[in-house]
């Protein structure tokens, strides 16, 4: 930056009403570092000096050329040099406290801050008259700082960018826009000392109302990185940002949408801003651009999963959910699912799944609206969905329908059993992962379910995740078998097949050390003591010896079995093998 700084004053060389200008502007904000007193007063003076600075810096080089002979110019700049003048004067009676009063000498300050405020208007307007920017893509720009620049020189550098939002044409402000868009999008102390500095969140704003479309999005690009930061979301709202990014929702491009969506998720990830979201209009906003998505074309899937996203977000607080609920979300919410669109289906099911949450009186409307027959065909072979769908569909489904009978009961005239079973047995891995733990879940629900389950076939489906590679899995199929097999006729099926008996006593055995999974084994095979084929299997069984071994190495669920496999007429069968 030093050697920047130093073109800027070979470029100026010659022309001396700009380089005193410049020059002395640079001695007083030096100076201002080293005053003690009135500081709040010489920090706002500091941050006009240094705009003035950058605005200076920004001049074509034909206007610096011209600057002692354009006459406009040559009076703003000689004004500049006076006022300096008497400010390095002030600051000095400030380093020495030699000033004769505290109340005169804020009166001073201030006199000097209305002062170079108007020079900065002064040639804000004259830099923006016309002709004046023709050749703007010839002006002076600032390097980017390298990867070890201070933070003055970063500081210098942002202030020449805000320079350029401020005073810039419009390409200009959009070349300054992608600019700053890079730096803080690579490095975030770029963020942290703009929104130190007076003014970039405020032209920012500005720029979200811009009637160019390109400046408002480059604008928003800059406005999703900082909402970004949590510590800076607070600081967003309250200036005042929610309303200009509802206002893109409703009125601007595809893109703006998308990035003020963005904003939105981000901003509303902190619960206490969702009611500024709801206040400006957003939740009507919001369910207008999921409409879009219920056409033939089932098009805008990123902008509608956004959307839905924000929604969710807006939701969780009770007030707004049961707003969402009147604007009529769950009717546009089941036709997003029946859509063209992955996406759209995907975030419709995830919006209901968290607007059914803990709220009965929701789930009973998502449930009169036919949202389980529509989540269930989403689970159809048959149909075109994603597996992707279908296991969202499989989620919202259980939250949808846990804690109510009547519920259940329409999910099994729906076939949804008959889906779970398929795609156990046909599913790829990451459905049949879903459809294992819907299958846990229905093995929970009632004897009813876990009878029909065992009628269906579930129960040899199950066995097989039993020696999975996925721990998880075989953890879940083994507490859904032992659910299953607490009803009778279900430990009748599971000893059916000899080599299903085998396989539980091959995978308790002590040497493989499945002891994390073990001890739910043991129960299922307690289950199965209870029932007279079950034992017999059991005892003809060539893994007997693992249960042998558990109870010798005096594991209380095996001795429990090595008990029950003794009573009554199978004991003399046994008598040589275990004594208790």
Excluded at 80 to 99: F, M, P
Excluded at 385 to 398: D, F, N, Q, T, V
Excluded at 499 to 525: F, H, T, Y
Excluded at 526 to 549: A, Q, V
Aim: aromatic share 6%; glycine share 8%; net charge neutral.
């Amino acid at each position: 930056m030093v050697e920047q700084k130093s073109d800027l004053a070979g470029t100026t060389a010659g022309n001396s009403k700009l380089t005193q200008a410049t020059d002395q502007i640079s001695s007083l904000i030096v100076l201002s570092h080293s005053i003690k007193v009135f500081p709040s007063k010489w920090k706002m003076i500091r941050n006009k000096l240094e705009e003035l600075l950058a605005i200076l810096s920004s001049l074509p080089p034909d206007i610096q050329a011209s600057a002692d002979t354009n006459t406009a110019l040559s009076t703003v700049l000689q004004s500049i040099e006076e006022t300096t003048d008497c400010c390095n004067d002030l600051g000095q009676k400030c380093v020495e406290h030699s000033y004769s009063g505290k109340l005169l000498m804020q009166s001073d300050l201030d006199i000097i801050l209305v002062k170079f405020d108007s020079y900065v208007k002064s040639l804000s307007e004259f830099v923006n008259a016309d002709g004046f920017l023709s050749s703007c893509n010839h002006a002076i720009v600032v390097s980017r700082p390298g990867p070890a620049a201070s933070r003055d020189d970063i500081r210098f550098y942002l202030k020449d960018l805000l320079c350029r939002f401020k005073i810039g044409r419009v390409e200009m402000k959009i070349q300054a826009l992608i600019s700053f868009n890079e730096v803080i999008s690579e490095d975030e102390r770029y963020v942290r000392i703009a929104m130190e500095i007076d003014g970039v969140v405020h032209v920012l704003m500005k720029f979200l109302n811009s009637k160019e479309i390109r400046v408002q999005e480059e604008a928003l690009k800059s406005v999703a990185v900082i909402c970004g930061f949590d510590s800076y979301k607070s600081v967003l709202v309250g200036i005042g940002v929610v309303s200009p990014l509802i206002k893109v929702l409703e009125g601007g491009s595809d893109l703006g949408k998308e990035l003020s969506t963005r904003c939105l998720m981000k901003v509303t990830a902190n619960c206490d801003n969702v009611w500024s979201v709801s206040a400006h209009g957003g939740v009507s906003a919001l369910l207008k651009i999921c409409e879009s998505g219920c056409d033939d074309a089932g098009g805008g899937g990123e902008l509608i999963g956004l959307a839905c996203g924000v929604l969710r977000n807006l939701i969780g607080v009770d007030e707004i959910r049961r707003f969402v609920v009147e604007e009529g979300a769950i009717p546009l919410s089941i036709k997003l699912v029946r859509s063209k669109n992955e996406g759209s289906q995907i975030s419709a099911m995830e919006l209901i799944q968290v607007l059914a949450s803990g709220n009965e009186f929701v789930r009973g409307l998502i449930v009169n609206e036919g949202g389980i027959r529509v989540l269930v065909r989403v689970l159809d072979p048959k149909s075109s969905y994603s597996s992707k769908a279908r296991e969202k569909s499989m989620r919202a489904l259980i939250i949808l329908c846990s804690d109510s009978s009547g519920y259940m009961n329409s999910l099994k005239n729906y076939g949804f059993m008959d889906h779970i079973l398929y795609f156990l047995h046909n599913g790829e891995v990451s459905i049949q992962e879903s459809a294992l733990m819907a299958a846990s879940w229905l093995s929970g629900t009632s004897d009813e379910f876990r009878k029909a389950m065992g009628d269906a076939g579930f129960i040899p489906e199950l066995v097989k995740f039993l020696d999975a590679k996925s721990f998880e899995a075989r953890e879940i199929a083994a507490e859904t078998i032992l659910r299953l097999v607490a009803v009778p006729r279900n430990q009748k099926r599971f000893v059916q097949t000899g080599q299903n008996v085998n396989l539980l006593l091959q995978l308790i055995d002590p040497e493989e050390g499945n002891a994390g999974n073990r001890k739910v084994l043991l129960s299922i095979i307690m289950s199965l003591t209870f029932c007279n084929e079950g034992r017999k299997k059991i005892l003809s069984s060539g893994y007997l010896k693992n249960i042998e071994k558990l109870a010798d190495d005096q594991v209380l669920d095996a001795k429990k079995i090595i008990r029950n496999l003794s009573s009554s007429r199978f004991r003399s069968l046994i008598r040589g093998i275990w004594h208790s």
